[in-house]
């Protein structure tokens, strides 16, 4: 079936590196790709997003690139500080007027090292 | 802040019963999706709700319905409340279809 996979689960990483988490997703008809952060105790926090049609979009500190070919998205933190620990999703969004569903993968645990 | 308030945060129930959850939308969001997430999990798609109809479904049982009302809040109903209900509910709203959501702290069901 479908699904949104994460390559690992935890990811530990020394501050000020930067760090990069990997996603693999299955339906290629997917329209929409965003990423969250999620703190303990807290409903995840959008970070960055992209469409099908783009291949790479940047935010403050934050990439996304996406590679439809493999089917394949990752999120890259640049200077990676203490404040990013947390539990990281990529989801991915389908459909069209018959009905829309977004699929979250299972997560990636950063650890921040001081 | 989100702008995205869910009630109650925490909720204990009894296997059988029934549940509403409460979702109030950001200021101006049509569009409200449903998430249950277990313990260690990711969030598992419940259903969307647009501008008052469901328009988007999960693989979740009829047990779980809900609503959207005009002003854009919604509901989540569970009937018949199985142990394995237990997990942060969570919604989120935004505009549309395939643009950014803002999501809620969530409601902490426990079923016993």
């Known amino acids: 079936g479908e699904s949104v996979g994460l390559h690992l689960p935890t990811l530990s990483v020394q501050e000020g590196d930067n760090s990069i988490i990997n996603c693999a997703y299955s339906n290629s008809a997917s329209d929409y790709f965003i990423w969250y952060k999620q703190e303990s105790g807290k409903g995840p926090q959008f970070i960055i997003d992209i469409r099908s049609n783009m291949d790479k979009r940047q935010g403050q500190r934050v990439t996304v690139l996406l590679n439809k070919t493999v089917k394949h998205l990752s999120l890259q933190i640049a200077a990676t500080q203490p404040g990013d620990s947390a539990v990281y999703f990529c989801a991915e969004s389908s459909g069209n007027t018959g009905g829309f569903k977004t699929i979250f993968g299972a997560g990636t645990r950063l650890f921040v090292k001081a | 802040e989100t702008g995205v308030t869910q009630s109650p945060t925490h909720l204990i129930k009894t296997r059988g019963q029934q549940v509403t959850l409460r979702c109030s939308s950001q200021s101006g969001h049509n569009t409200v999706s449903w998430y249950q997430q277990a313990l260690g999990q990711g969030p598992q798609f419940i259903f969307q709700y647009y501008r008052e109809e469901e328009n988007g479904r999960g693989n979740f049982p009829p047990r779980f319905s809900g609503l959207q009302f005009p002003n854009y809040s919604s509901e989540l109903n569970v009937n018949a409340l199985e142990l394995d209900d237990s997990a942060l509910y969570l919604c989120?709203?935004?505009?549309?279809?395939?643009?950014?959501?803002?999501f809620g702290q969530g409601t902490r069901l426990t079923v016993v």
């Open positions: 989120a709203s935004s505009l549309g279809h395939f643009s950014r959501a803002f």
